[in-house]
């Protein structure tokens, strides 16, 4: 079977403007969201990508029906079942786990396939686990399926989440909105799609308060109370802060629209220390750089900290920084993999634990690289727009998970890129 893979030649400069999609990790969760509507809600500003797609699956596999208009999702869950959700979706998506809470929600049972090990560290779903407990939810584990069911009907209670993980909050938020009584969810998870689920359920008649601080509050409503809505998607601050990482590599000006600026203040604070001009008006941010880029000391953090998922790409930034940055993960373990690659290419890093000294170099080489993540993918794709010569970007469907049209948005900046089908012995790795 031919391989499809990205080949990217150095390019004078990423500059113009870039509309930014809807947030992955947002619609993600407001897809399963609606299983609680039992009925169509219409989500608007749904990227097209091959989790979203993953993600309709699951939902038809538990008897949705999902009609995709553009950018538009008909989601109608009134014939939702209690079925299981299939390892051969489960497996492909961690994420497919969001639905958990939700089927809970609606049938008092979930029987779902255990979310496996993922390639950026353990991510483990203990946390999901004791919240939803905390409901009136009872776990087992049978033959590598998570069956969860409430014999004694869901209750309100008070959850303090050991770290505030993004997807234990939701699938705990998505639970307690039809739990009898109070919840409180302390060390929520701040992201701003956490936001955008709860103003999702809000609009669907749920009663969740709080939610972008660190204390959620919920007061259950009766499930029949419930019904579907419509909803639009935010931007995706990672998809726009990845194009922002390009205008800060080649010089820009680079301005991504369809993104509230406020979602990415450390990032932003980041550029201005690597040396960019950065400019933001009521939906767009924009980058330009005149002057060499400044090395600076990254950590990853918790959302208002700065994004994991940002990592890469401002590791690239590091990389042709001139003198030595510090790059600090703390939420993933293993999330390095993109170093090693980046290397390939010239780059001078040092990995020690979870920390990458990461000493600037003047130019980088175009080389044979891998993905071994999305974001990582797409950080390479960037690393060989700014390298000298020609790169080809091998593993590509991590990039297709998450980034809708990447190599058209970047042509459109000026990219000199493409995606080619090659066969096997066309390319060497
Ligand atoms: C979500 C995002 C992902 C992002 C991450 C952190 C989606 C689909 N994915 O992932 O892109 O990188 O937030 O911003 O929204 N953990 C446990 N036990 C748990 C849950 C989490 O140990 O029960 C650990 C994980 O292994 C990881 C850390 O906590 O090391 C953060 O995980 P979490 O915030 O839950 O991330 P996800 O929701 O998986």
């Not at 399963?32 to 699956?57: F, K, T, W, Y």
């Not at 090990?117 to 991510?123: N, S, T």
């Not at 979870?354 to 600037?360: F, L, T």
């Not at 727009?385 to 980034?403: K, M, N, P, S």
């Amino acid at each position: 079977m031919p391989e499809e893979v990205i080949v990217v030649r150095e390019s004078k400069n990423l500059t113009g403007t870039v509309q930014i999609s809807g947030a992955k990790n947002s619609a993600l969760k407001l897809i399963a969201a609606s299983i609680l509507g039992q009925g169509e809600s219409i989500i608007h500003n749904v990227p097209l990508i091959s989790d979203i797609d993953i993600m309709c699956r699951v939902l038809e596999r538990l008897g949705a029906t999902v009609v995709r208009e553009g950018h538009a999702l008909r989601v109608d869950t009134t014939n939702v079942a209690d079925k299981e959700t299939p390892y051969e979706l489960v497996s492909k998506m961690r994420a497919s786990i969001s639905a958990l809470g939700p089927m809970v929600a609606r049938f008092g049972h979930a029987r779902m396939a255990m979310p496996g090990g993922c390639q950026i560290g353990a991510r483990k779903i203990d946390m999901h686990l004791v919240g939803m407990s905390v409901l009136g939810v009872k776990f087992s584990v049978d033959h590598g399926f998570l069956e969860a069911s409430a014999p004694n009907g869901l209750h309100g209670g008070e959850i303090m989440l050991e770290f505030a993980s993004v997807g234990a909050t939701e699938n705990t938020m998505m639970t307690a909105v039809v739990a009898e009584g109070h919840t409180i969810i302390e060390n929520a998870a701040r992201e701003p799609e956490i936001v955008d689920l709860a103003n999702m359920l809000n609009a669907m008649g749920c009663k969740v308060q709080g939610a972008g601080n660190s204390t959620i509050e919920i007061e259950g409503v009766p499930l029949s109370s419930l019904h579907p809505c419509e909803h639009t998607t935010v931007g995706d601050r990672i998809e726009a802060g990845t194009f922002l990482v390009g205008g800060a590599l080649m010089g820009g000006p680079l301005r991504v629209e369809g993104i509230n600026p406020s979602f990415l203040r450390m990032a932003i604070i980041k550029l201005k220390q690597m040396g960019c001009t950065v400019s933001t008006g009521d939906n767009w941010i924009e980058v330009s750089r005149e002057g060499e880029l400044k090395p600076t000391d990254i950590q990853t953090l918790p959302h208002p900290g700065f994004p994991t998922d940002l990592q890469a790409q401002f590791m690239l930034l590091c990389s042709l920084a001139k003198g030595s940055s510090l790059v600090t993960e703390n939420v993933f373990e293993n999330r390095f993999m993109f170093a090693e690659e980046l290397m390939r290419m010239g780059a001078d890093v040092n990995l020690e634990g979870h920390h990458a000294v990461v000493e600037g170099v003047d130019k980088l080489m175009g080389a044979p690289v891998s993905c071994s993540d999305l974001r990582a993918g797409a950080a390479l794709v960037l690393a060989g727009v700014a390298a000298e010569g020609e790169t080809v970007v091998h593993d590509i469907y991590h990039i297709d998970r998450g980034y809708e049209d990447y190599v058209g948005k970047l042509q459109s900046l000026g990219a000199d890129v493409k995606r080619v089908k090659v066969g096997h012995s066309d390319v060497w790795r």
